[in-house]
């Protein structure tokens, strides 16, 4: 039986939700770069991106190419950067919200 797709919407979101994973792929939006500077640029342990890089890999949203020992790292396709610059849309509108609640609340506190 086929998964739904709400199904795989959330196990694809599921993938995304780690902090390195979507350090990494801000990263890449740049363009290609090899293991070395997403290491130098997420000051994680190398196993821990190694980790990150292979689930990102399993998933088909960046690919991995050897050339002697430097593996260099891309994104997939240009979707992601979308997908990335949505949700930094989405979550500046919830701050900007936010912060209009916290400044009535505070409106309404010093009122009294």
Do not use: C, W
Request: charged share 25%; aromatic share 4%; no cysteine.
């Amino acid at each position: 039986m086929p998964v739904p797709l709400y199904e795989a919407k959330a196990e694809f979101f599921r993938m995304l939700g780690h902090p390195v994973r979507i350090r990494v792929l801000e990263l890449l939006q740049d363009g290609p770069k090899p293991v070395r500077d997403l290491l130098i640029a997420i000051e994680v342990e190398p196993s821990n991106l190694s980790q990150q890089l292979a689930v990102l890999r399993r998933s088909g949203i960046v690919t991995a190419t050897r050339t002697g020992s430097t593996v260099v790292y891309e994104l997939a396709g240009g979707d992601v950067a979308e997908l990335l610059a949505a949700a930094r849309r989405i979550l500046s509108l919830l701050l900007v919200g936010r912060q209009e609640l916290l400044d009535e609340l505070r409106a309404t506190e010093s009122a009294r």
